[in-house]
């Protein structure tokens, strides 16, 4: 079944504290990997798309990569203004039609 | 200005009513779309139009019926609401070029509209 899986559903980090956020998938045919960053009672905002296995984007304290089976999302020296819910979609292909699946999210907390 | 708007910002409704949620991008694309966020945070794709034609109808009861009078508007109409349809409903857009490229790039989305049905 395609599926994408994203862990841990919560993190929470001390401001400074550099960490990563994973997001697995298993589609065949794959199309595209996108990143958002959804606040509280807002819609997602986009941050990265990643097309093929070894590319990376980065994005001030954000750093996204993708291999053939995952992708992450490294957060570095995180600050509060970084909590939020990191959402990833996978786009694919499923026949003659493309599709669009998104993960439940990681909910990242960064204290002060 | 903003980008994607939507309104109502909140709806509450009983069972049985039908209501509208209605959708406006000032980004001058092409793809719109209509997403269902649950309780769970769990965000599913409902419908999808490429320049005023529907590309995407995922399964979705037919008590929900998508209209899009223009390529900036794209509205959705829910026809005799169940408790289930609580959730937030979220439009977005984005500039596909084609329909066979709908989701190649990346998505503006609106402040979303949270129906609650009693």
């Known amino acids: 079944e395609d599926q994408v899986t994203q862990s841990p559903e919560a993190l929470r980090l001390q401001e400074g504290e550099s960490s990563s956020l994973n997001c697995s998938y298993t589609?065949?045919?794959?199309?595209?990997l996108f990143w958002y960053r959804q606040d509280p009672g807002k819609g997602p905002e986009f941050l990265f798309t990643?097309?093929?296995?070894?590319e990376e984007k980065e994005k001030e304290r954000l750093k996204a990569t993708l291999t053939k089976k995952e992708s992450f999302l490294h957060i570095t020296a995180p600050k509060p203004e970084d909590s939020a819910t990191y959402l990833c979609?996978?786009?694919?292909?499923?026949?003659?039609?493309?599709?669009?699946?998104w993960g439940l999210g990681t909910s990242l907390a960064v204290n002060p | 200005d903003t980008a994607v708007s939507q309104t109502p910002k909140y709806l509450v409704t009983q069972m049985g009513n039908d209501k509208s949620i209605k959708c406006e991008q000032n980004l001058g694309h092409d793809t719109m779309y209509w997403y269902k966020q649950d309780s769970k945070k769990f965000l599913k794709i409902m419908f999808s139009y490429n320049n005023k034609e529907l590309i995407i109808n995922e399964t979705v009861p037919n008590r929900f019926s998508p209209k899009s009078p223009d390529k900036a508007h794209l509205n959705l109409h829910i026809n005799s609401l169940e408790l289930g349809d609580s959730a937030v409903y979220f439009c977005?857009?984005?500039?596909?070029?084609?329909?066979?490229?709908?989701?190649?790039?990346?998505?503006?989305f609106g402040p979303g509209t949270r129906l609650t049905v009693t």
């Open positions: 977005a857009s984005s500039q596909t070029g084609s329909r066979e490229r709908t989701f190649s790039y990346e998505q503006y």
């Open positions: 979609a996978v786009q694919y292909n499923a026949g003659n039609n493309r599709k669009l699946i």
């Open positions: 990643l097309y093929s296995a070894g």
């Open positions: 589609v065949s045919g794959l199309r595209g």
